[in-house]
């Protein structure tokens, strides 16, 4: 033991001199180089890592984890270009995805495909059961990021970025400690690959999701007697059950389309679809003779939409069981464009539910219509609302969701912490720590990933996917100060100070509604409330919600006997 023991020392001195031998110094040349006293005795001249190769260096920093990475390009210039280098993206890039051939598209390609599988994730946390903890899916190897995802009945599809079309299963699985358990999305397979777009039943509830509809390319052959092909659009149709293909239909090579969505009953189910020039065709199917092993004709016509109005140029669709929502690129001078809903500007994205909807227009800025029964709409109150009214609290999300009678949104902070706020129905635990519902977006208690960038939520789970495309900026604009609600126009001869946004008459109604409380309970369920509707940074609601909190908990026990030292 003596003898181990004075060998490992020697050695661990002998490294402690090799180290005093060779320094490496990084010396950035915008700053120059450090100022200082003598170098002590016996640890030799510094040596600069700019006298490394670059490839070198390249290949030492491509081994690091990307978020040092990211935080190592922040020092300085020098290791700003190193690490923003797409040789480092490359390597990084085939390690993360070795399977990965094309780098994919973009002024950054590479660096663009390490950070989407990077940061690639579908989180999904169960309503019932003990464990209401945030899970994680299996991650496909093959997948390039995750583009959007769909939950069915029993499992959950996943499209990523070039165009793969993944099956995430739910099934039964051995645990660590023997016991068999059913796990949710724990195993994989390709469902079809060259697919555009992917849709289901429109409704909220995943039980009526039986079969989902695919748009992909396919290669067709050409003329009779030759063999040239050529790419065609084609909707093929899976059982969600089991994968299989059920039924397919070909349009004509010349017909190029990137959406679908779906609308009306299974038996007279309506297939929409976008072009590439915005406009739309519909086709009629019935679902309940689609297993049914025949061939026969369907009729592709042009949606009354486009064909009434051709001037206008549809974007993006979005339905429910019985209606369908556009969004159209329109020009502003265009005198002749019908406003179907009254809008003050231009629609970014919209979420369509059972009897409400959303809306965000280019200003971050939320817009709320429809059935307002159980408070889904945000507003603070229960009135139904006949035309798009704005939620002022909210500003900026990330995604919006509205689903049978609640609504959800998915917000950043100043800080880049994301947080899931929702509204609405909390039955059956659709609102995490709101069993009884919020007329007002209040914050979830559910921990959201840090790259989530949207959201779904069924009968029994709510779901999250993750990625980052440095390719896709934050397109909201500005609001002009002349267009603040509640901003009056500037008058040069005043100089009395106002009230933006009506803030003293905001409180004042807050007060109203606090007072008309029954209940000390009631009035902090209320107070609770309130701070969710206030324009405040998220560290100010979670303050303001936990202090509350032990309020509450300490009134609740006065009666009961002496407080605790924690209450």
């Known amino acids: 033991m003596v003898r181990r023991s004075r060998r490992r020392k020697q050695k661990f001195t002998g490294l402690c001199g090799r180290e005093e031998g060779l320094r490496v110094k990084r010396s950035c040349p915008s700053c ?25 260096v390249e290949h030492i920093i491509s081994f690091l984890p990307v978020r040092d990475v990211v935080a190592l390009g922040q020092t300085c210039h020098y290791f700003h270009e190193v690490c923003d280098a797409e040789g480092v993206w490359r390597r990084i890039c085939r390690r993360l995805s070795p399977r990965l051939r094309e780098q994919g598209s973009g002024t950054r390609p590479w660096k663009r495909a390490a950070i989407l599988n990077y940061t690639k994730g579908l989180y999904f946390q169960a309503f019932g059961g003990r464990r209401r903890c945030l899970s994680k899916s299996v991650a496909p190897l093959l997948a390039h990021g995750y583009r959007r995802f769909l939950p069915t009945k029993d499992h959950v599809f996943i499209l990523d970025y070039s165009g793969t079309l993944f099956f995430l299963k739910n099934a039964l699985v051995s645990s660590t400690l023997g016991q068999i358990q059913w796990k949710r999305a724990c195993r994989y397979v390709v469902l079809c690959r060259g697919a555009k777009d992917f849709a289901s039943d429109p409704r909220c509830d995943t039980v009526y999701r039986k079969y989902l509809y695919v748009l992909a390319t396919r290669e067709q052959l050409g003329v009779v007697g030759t063999t040239s092909s050529r790419a065609c659009d084609c909707v093929e149709v899976y059982l969600q059950s089991s994968g299989q293909r059920v039924f397919k239909m070909t349009f004509h090579h010349s017909m190029s389309f990137k959406q679908i969505v779906l609308v009306g009953q299974e038996t007279q189910r309506a297939l929409l679809l976008l072009t590439e020039e915005g406009r739309i065709y519909s086709l009629v199917v019935n679902e309940t003779q689609l297993d049914q092993p025949r061939s026969y004709t369907v009729q592709l016509a042009l949606r009354k939409m486009s064909h009434c109005l051709p001037h206008l140029r549809v974007a993006c669709m979005a339905s429910n069981q019985s209606s369908t929502l556009y969004i159209t690129a329109f020009d502003p001078l265009d005198q002749q464009m019908p406003l179907a809903l009254s809008l003050p500007a231009k629609i970014l994205f919209c979420a369509l539910g059972y009897n409400h909807l959303g809306l965000v227009d280019e200003f971050g800025r939320i817009f709320m219509q429809g059935n307002n029964r159980y408070g889904q709409l945000g507003t603070g109150d229960k009135m139904d609302r006949g035309e798009p009214t704005q939620v002022h609290y909210l500003q900026r999300p990330i995604a919006l969701w509205c689903g049978l009678n609640h609504s959800l949104v998915l917000s950043q902070g100043s800080d880049f912490s994301k947080e899931l706020l ?146």
């Open 32 to 56: 120059g180089p450090e100022t200082g006293g003598e170098e002590k005795k016996g640890r030799g001249n510094p040596i600069s890592v700019q006298l490394f190769p670059p490839e070198l």
């Open 422 to 567: 929702g509204c609405g129905c909390g039955a059956g635990g659709r609102l995490p720590g709101w069993p009884k519902g919020s007329a007002s977006f209040v914050k979830l208690h559910v921990k959201v990933p840090l790259c989530a960038c949207s959201l779904c939520s069924t009968r029994e789970c709510l779901y999250m996917l993750s990625s980052h495309d440095i390719e896709h900026h934050p397109a909201y604009r500005d609001l002009p100060a002349s267009r603040v609600l509640g901003t009056p126009e500037p008058d040069p001869g005043s100089i009395a100070p106002q009230d933006p946004g009506g803030t003293a008459q905001a409180c004042e109604e807050y007060l109203s509604q606090i007072h008309s409380c029954p209940t000390l309970q009631d009035r902090m369920e209320k107070m609770k409330e309130i701070v969710g509707w206030m324009p405040l940074m998220a560290a100010q609601k979670d303050f303001f919600w936990e202090a509350l909190d032990m309020l509450q908990r300490a009134a609740g026990g006065v009666g009961q006997g002496p407080p605790t030292p924690e209450s």
